[in-house]
């Protein structure tokens, strides 16, 4: 299923739907960050996905993150809570959805890479070269509040 994302958009459809999701910003010992290029939008993104019955949002973000790029993960902390309702996110099933996203911090603790239905590619990437990626804005906010690493998390 595509997706295609907008922000601040006057001509973006209304949302219908709100979906809990996770995000997770890993860095590994060298500070490169793990993104993957998505299936569905082809934009690069730190993995992530939406909350099913039963786990928390801890085990939403390591589980989407070993889903879509074989590393497992450990969470140690909260970059922040993404919920802009001039964000929203439509699917060619009709759903459109405003965003409501937790972003978390994890550390590499094992696996390989490897690609999923949901990404196209899989790869750590230095900070100095992620401007030169496609990167939505909402996800770039993230990027940023990552690795800024302030005290409070984001609150958005």
Known sequence: MARTDYYDDPNAPKPNSIVVATTAFVLDD????????RSDNGLWAVPGGALEFGESVTECAVRET???????IAIFGLVG?????????????GEVRQQFSI???GRPIDGEITTSAESRRV?????SVLGELDIHPSMRLRIEHGYADQPDPYLG
């Open 66 to 72: 070993r889903e879509e790029t074989g590393i497992g």
């Open 103 to 105: 972003c978390l911090r």
């Open 30 to 37: 060298q500070q490169q960050l793990l993104l993957i290029q």
């Open 123 to 127: 790869q750590w990437f230095p900070h």
């Open 81 to 93: 809570i993404y919920s802009d309702p001039r964000h929203v996110v439509a699917f060619t099933d």
